[in-house]
T-cell receptor, first 112, second 113 residues
Framework: GAGVSQSPSNKVTEKGKDVELRCDPI?????LYWYRQSLGQGLEFLIY????????KSGLPSDRFSAERTGGSVSTLTIQRTQQEDSAVYLCASSPSRNGYTFGSGTRLTVV | GENVEQHPSTLSVQEGDSAVIKCTYSDSASNYFPWYKQELGKGPQLIIDIRSNVGEKKDQRIAVTLNKTAKHFSLHITETQPEDSAVYFCAGQVDPRDDKIIFGKGTRLHILP
């Protein structure tokens, strides 16, 4: 597609439920990133995929968070047993290599 | 690891005046510094970037300066317009071998009529 696509755009879930957030990067971009943005806060790095290399998971806040990238394209961020503090906008970005990111519009997650 | 500090957190300027946002970074090995603009309800968008082999870069009303010795870089917006109102993020590249970048906490810029 022309840009990075994220779905759903909004997600409301009950505390304790699992959620899956999807990211379709720009075709041909080898790098894919997930960031989290809490209300009025900056961008917190979560995880980074580059080609076939092992992902950099150093930013995942707990073992309830995981992500995978299938076939070097689509990525899914999974949050298990959601907590209220998980409420945030989850942003995905992709990059061809050594250039600036292109971000999607994000998924706004609300845990009630 | 890399740490990027950004100031101010909020900035209000009169339409037509200039706006300056400043950032510092901690890792002297960092060599790529992008700036992003985020409008309400949208993802951040790259507006300008600079690499460590230059001290200044300009694109129309936007310019970025870099001082590697002091480890700080700044965004300058001249002749500000209402559409410049947004949140601006600076960032620094952690590892020259990959593309992971660390963001500052952002500056909310208000252009006053």
């Amino acid at each position: 597609g022309a840009g990075v696509s994220q779905s759903p755009s909004n997600k409301v879930t009950e505390k304790g439920k699992d959620v899956e957030l999807r990211c379709d990067p720009i075709s041909g971009h080898t790098a894919l990133y997930w960031y989290r943005q809490s209300l009025g806060q900056g961008l917190e790095f979560l995880i980074y995929f580059q080609g076939n290399s092992a992902p950099d998971k150093s930013g995942l806040p707990s073992d309830r968070f995981s992500a995978e990238r299938t076939g070097g394209s689509v990525s899914t961020l999974t949050i298990q047993r959601t907590q209220q503090e998980d409420s945030a906008v989850y942003l995905c970005a992709s990059s061809p290599s050594r250039n600036g990111y292109t971000f999607g519009s994000g998924t706004r997650l609300t845990v009630v | 690891g890399e740490n990027v500090e950004q100031h101010p957190s909020t900035l209000s300027v009169q339409e037509g005046d200039s706006a300056v946002i400043k950032c510092t970074y901690s890792d002297s090995a960092s060599n790529y510094f992008p700036w992003y603009k985020q409008e309400l309800g949208k993802g951040p968008q790259l507006i300008i970037d600079i690499r460590s082999n230059v001290g200044e870069k300009k694109d129309q009303r936007i310019a970025v300066t870099l001082n590697k010795t002091a480890k700080h870089f700044s965004l300058h917006i001249t002749e500000t317009q209402p559409e410049d109102s947004a949140v601006y993020f600076c960032a620094g590249q952690v590892d020259p071998r990959d593309d992971k970048i660390i963001f500052g906490k952002g500056t909310r810029l208000h252009i006053l009529p």
